[in-house]
């Protein structure tokens, strides 16, 4: 379980397709203190588990073995040796929660359509995947790369979100563009409101069906 509080940017050191799994390799230095091999950690968003883990002066190399699954999943096919990464390592029991909740399980990917400058601040405008609209509301949350934010406004097939300097300044959105993707992950919160919700719904239709021997007998069961 995350916070949705990215710790830095790593950068990512390579990416190389194996027989088995891919190995991506980030160089990190806040983020990568304490991680033992097992930790959990989140990559742009997405909960990795370390396979490795090397230090140096440099800071700290962590490794990971993404599945088939977890590269369609998300925008990890985009990676390349030199670029950076969202990174936070996993939340402790007594830890404060700046953020959200997140999980690391990446729901979809999105696309930037606008990332400029609005006065003092910057404004984000991404496209989910139109089954993921349902999830998004006005002030609600949502996991962008593993960055924790506000919604600001809803717009048709939009959601849109600002980003005050430090949030730019430290994560991988100062080389952001229009035209990336990024990993979406929506509101732990509104998922399980949903699934209760069809759970009930479910639940009164199945009650409200007369049994068979009632239909014969052209009488509801009561």
């Known amino acids: 379980m ?31 203190r304490g991680v033992k091999v097992g930790d959990s950690v989140a990559v742009n968003g997405c909960c990795l588990t370390a396979v490795k883990v090397s230090r140096s002066g440099l800071g700290t190399k962590l490794h990971f073995d993404l599945l088939q699954e977890t590269w369609r999943m998300t925008s990890f096919d985009g990676l390349e040796a030199g670029g950076s990464v969202n990174l936070e390592r996993s939340l402790r029991v007594n830890d404060r929660l700046g953020g959200h909740f997140v999980t690391g399980h990446v729901d979809g990917t999105g696309e930037i359509v606008r990332w400029e400058k609005s006065g003092s601040d910057w404004v984000l405008e991404v496209r989910p995947p139109e089954s993921m609209m ?28 600002w980003i005050i300097p430090h949030t730019r300044d430290v994560t991988n959105l100062s080389g952001r563009k229009a035209g990336e993707r990024v990993n979406l992950e929506a509101d732990l919160l509104g998922k399980y409101v949903e699934r209760l919700i069809e759970a009930r719904e479910s639940s009164s239709a199945n009650r409200a069906l007369p049994s068979s021997k009632a239909r014969r007998s052209g009488r509801a069961k009561c």
């Open 2 to 32: 995350f916070s949705g509080i990215v710790e830095e940017a790593g950068r990512i050191v390579s990416v190389k397709p194996g027989d088995a799994s891919i190995r991506l390799v980030i160089q990190a230095k806040i983020a990568g």
């Open 134 to 161: 349902r999830y998004f509301l006005y002030k609600g949350s949502v996991s962008i790369d593993g960055i924790s934010l506000t919604v600001a406004d809803v717009l048709p097939g939009v959601i849109r979100c």
